[in-house]
């Protein structure tokens, strides 16, 4: 049996690979639905099963759902507004000239977790626990940055790279507080509650933006249903994956971990489009394996 300690560390594992089959799905849904289309598929689809998870964990445990006090909710609605902001910057970020600057800067997201975490939950973080962070974090770096690019030659998509970085990092910390602000001894009701409200919020968000923005999009995500009805299932199955794990440890913990989702892209790319990774990929690779078993051997 797994010891709950080390729960989180399957949870996020579990989480990083649904998301790695999510965001592919999501790619090949780009072409008929557009970069917001394909986004919007990931709540609106996802919401569904989210409660059908909730349902099943209800009637495996034999609780009632949690009753959220006042301090639930602005937690709550920072994770999902940031959540959404910080993908319309990644998507802000795509349409820039020097893209892989940018995602570099993205991927920041667990150094700005930490102190994001510190800031507002308390989340302390060892010396070890920083530098695994920290090893991390320069692997999915290397990886980004090709020779002969600059970071600050364009400061714009570097701008908004942090800001994206900086807006899935308060989302992580606003759903872990949600999750902790609900005091439930049962941390599997409590993470697969706070998904389940987050997703329909989102949904219904972006459902209406779309409706007075891009009523166009919609009509094209209702004809896409049959492919947009896996990716959501897989969206709802990482998040809940992803909550679980914020339940048990921090924020930057899990979102460290979480890189690892950048090694079953590159596993993909080998075997099933038969691309070889280069030198640096490579190093990138190892020193972001490096980070994430040293930040599980210290936790």
Do not use: C
């Not at 290397?142 to 970071?151: F, H, S, T």
């Not at 697969?192 to 166009?216: C, E, N």
């Not at 460290?256 to 691309?275: K, N, P, R």
């Amino acid at each position: 049996m797994i010891h709950h300690a080390w729960l989180w560390a399957v949870f996020t594992l579990i989480a990083a690979a649904a998301q790695t089959a999510r965001n592919a799905m999501q790619r090949e849904l780009t072409t008929t639905l557009g970069t917001v289309g394909a986004t919007h598929v990931r709540f609106l689809f996802g919401f569904p099963f989210a409660v059908l998870f909730l349902i099943g964990v209800m009637m495996a445990t034999g609780r009632s759902l949690p009753h959220p006090g006042l301090n639930y909710w602005p937690w709550l609605l920072d994770g999902a507004a940031a959540q959404i902001l910080a993908t319309a910057l990644m998507l802000a970020a795509m349409g820039q000239r020097s893209f892989v600057v940018a995602y570099a800067y993205i991927k920041t997201e667990p150094v700005q977790v930490a102190l994001f975490g510190l800031i507002f939950l308390g989340d302390t973080l060892s010396l070890p626990v920083g530098i695994a962070i920290l090893i991390a974090t320069a692997g999915v770096m290397v990886m980004a940055v090709r020779p002969g690019v600059r970071l600050l030659d364009d400061i714009q998509p570097v701008l908004v790279g942090i800001a994206s970085g900086g807006m899935f990092a308060l989302s992580a910390v606003g759903y872990r507080g949600a999750i902790l602000s609900l005091h439930d001894p049962n941390f599997v009701l409590a993470a697969t509650f706070t998904v389940t409200i987050g997703l329909v919020l989102q949904a219904a968000l972006l459902s209406l933006y779309l409706a007075l923005r891009d009523k166009a999009v919609l009509r094209a995500i209702a004809k896409a249903w049959r492919p947009s009805v896996f990716a959501g299932f897989m969206g709802a199955f990482a998040s809940e994956f992803w909550f679980l794990a914020f339940a048990i440890t921090t924020a930057a913990n899990v979102r460290t971990l979480g890189l690892i989702e950048v090694l079953f892209a590159q596993l993909i790319s080998v075997f099933i489009f038969a691309q070889k990774p280069t030198k640096r990929e490579m190093i990138g690779i190892a020193l972001v394996v490096i980070g994430v078993v040293v930040l599980v051997a210290i936790t």
